[in-house]
Structure formats: structure tokens, C-alpha cells
């Protein structure tokens, strides 16, 4: 059906930034809101930012002014843009997209999940 396929993260130093990448593909889709998601050792899965299928944003408190998502819809990709990087930013990070997919002559929706991509913030 669909796959979501993060890309991006890495070992990076405080202060620093990392651009991450989320692109879905498959055979007949369309994509509805797309968000990442962050889970750290020992902690609850949280939210980082959603995007709307429009553009319209939004964000943790906790990244608000230091991360930017966006999306490229021709290339059914979201970005996330990480600056000013901290420790307490180490995570796995899940891309998260609300699809409408086509099937045996119907079409269906569901929420996707990539497999994440960890990113490591060094004091």
C-alpha cells in the first residue's frame, strides 16, 4: 500500500542542525495531514509539528522557534528542519501521514508510521 521512509538523522553537537526527510511511496495515493513524532529512552512517544495538507502548522512548545516543518507535496515528502539543537532533542523520530490510498476498486484511509530515524545531540 504505502510506505514511509525517513532519512537524516545522525550525531550532531549542541547548538548544531539536522535536516530530516520523510517521503511516501506506493502505487495510488493521496496525503492528507503529516506530522513528526519524537519517543526517547524511558519517555512517551510526543509530538513535534504537524503539517496540514495546506500548509498550516503546528508545533511543541518545546521546539517552537527552533524547528520548521514543510512539505513538498509534488514529492509526497515533509521535512523537518532542526536547529539550535539541545541534548534533551536526543530521539528516534517517527514521521506520522494520514492517507487515502486506492485498493481493489475502493479507496480507504488509514495513518502511517516510518520507522524513525535517530538523532543524537552531544553536550
Known amino acids: 500500500q504505502v510506505q514511509l521512509v525517513e532519512s537524516g538523522g545522525g550525531l550532531v553537537q549542541a547548538g548544531g542542525s539536522l535536516r530530516l526527510s520523510c517521503v511516501a511511496s506506493?502505487?495510488?495515493?493521496?496525503?492528507?495531514?503529516m506530522g513528526w513524532y519524537r519517543q526517547a529512552p524511558g519517555k512517551q512517544r510526543e509530538l513535534v509539528a504537524t503539517?496540514?495538507?495546506?500548509?498550516?502548522?503546528n508545533y511543541a512548545d518545546s521546539v517552537k522557534g527552533r524547528f520548521t516543518i514543510s512539505r513538498d507535496n509534488a514529492k509526497n515528502t515533509v521535512y523537518l528542519q532542526t536547529n539550535s539543537l539541545k541534548p534533551e532533542d536526543t530521539a528516534v523520530y517517527c514521521c506520522?501521514?494520514?492517507?487515502?490510498?486506492?485498493?481493489?476498486?475502493?479507496?480507504?484511509?488509514?495513518?502511517?508510521w516510518g520507522q524513525g530515524t535517530q538523532v543524537t545531540v552531544s553536550s
Open positions: 503539517i496540514t495538507s495546506d500548509g498550516s502548522t
Open positions: 506520522n501521514a494520514d492517507i487515502l490510498y486506492y485498493s481493489g476498486g475502493s479507496w480507504f484511509r488509514d495513518n502511517y
Open positions: 506506493g502505487r495510488r495515493f493521496s496525503i492528507n495531514d
